[in-house]
């Protein structure tokens, strides 16, 4: 049998000089070494995160296609679904949903497969299902359908398996198209503004998903809150992420966004921050965000961007997130 003690592990490694050709944090020793020697490490399941907040205008949109796009530069395969109607994460990957032939509307009336319906982007790693005005529809043509809480998880069941991470944009209610997200999902995403009023109704959601999970997912949980709009000129700001820490805990990242002009722009281009403007601070606290997510926090004070270490990112006139 071969083993290798694992204190001993790095020293054996750079002594051949085998991990100089990956980057650093990208792949876990045990990994590396099972290519190595010609082993196939085991599969990790997809991660299925459903962004949701009933509350329009928070960032979910925002939120789904930045963290997507910044995790597919991390070299992860990376699926955005577009569960809302309003059609917006599809405009902000570049794609009129108007010049669609079919969305993810007919794949939930299983009029069209999965596979039939993604699409690839400029982006390496990242494909969508891309959301079209049909999808207002399918809440009423849903109401008789059989099993219509998994419509979703059943369509998915063909390329899953294609991706590392699957981002569900829900829409900014808790009907019938956001229940087969939490059906699907196995986290939950909440991003929350830093402003007034932040935190109302997120108790309905947080009781809707502890419905969902003893109903239909067992599997399903809250995992991360994601602090969005922060603006460091104003208390207000710190004063909503305090009370949303000590609410949540661990489960707020410690990465926070701010209010920046550019991740306005860059969604009017079509395009996720990283591409439209790589070197802004949104693009960094995204990046940030993204390896937080996929990796947990890092130590203090390694490349993050507190919430109270923002002072002086731009900051332009009020404006509206999706």
Known sequence: MFHVEHSDCNGWAGKFDVLGSFPRGSLSFSTILAMILGMSPEPRPTRIIAVANQKGGVGKT???????????????????????????????????????????????????TASAVRRSTDIPNLDFLPSSQALVGAEIELVAAFSREHRLKRAL????????????????????????????????????????????????????????KAHLNPDLEVSTIALVMYDARTKLSEQVAGEVRAFFGSKVCRQVIPRSVGLSEASSYGQPINVYDPRSRGAVAYRELAREVLHGPAPSGENMLMDDEINGLESGPEEVWT
């Open 62 to 112: 925002t939120t789904t296609i930045n963290l997507g796009s910044s995790m597919a530069e991390e070299g992860h395969r990376i699926l955005i679904i577009d569960l809302d109607p309003q059609a917006n994460a599809t405009t902000g990957i570049g794609v009129n949903s108007r010049d669609l032939e079919h969305s993810i509307y007919h794949v939930i009336l299983e009029q069209a």
């Open 157 to 212: 069941a063909e390329i899953v398996d294609d991706y590392d991470i699957v981002l569900i944009d829900c829409p900014p209610a808790l009907g019938l198209l956001t229940v087969n997200a939490l059906v699907v999902a196995s986290e939950v995403l909440v991003p929350i503004q830093c402003e007034y009023y932040a935190l109302e109704g997120l108790g309905q959601l947080v009781e809707n998903v502890d419905r969902v």
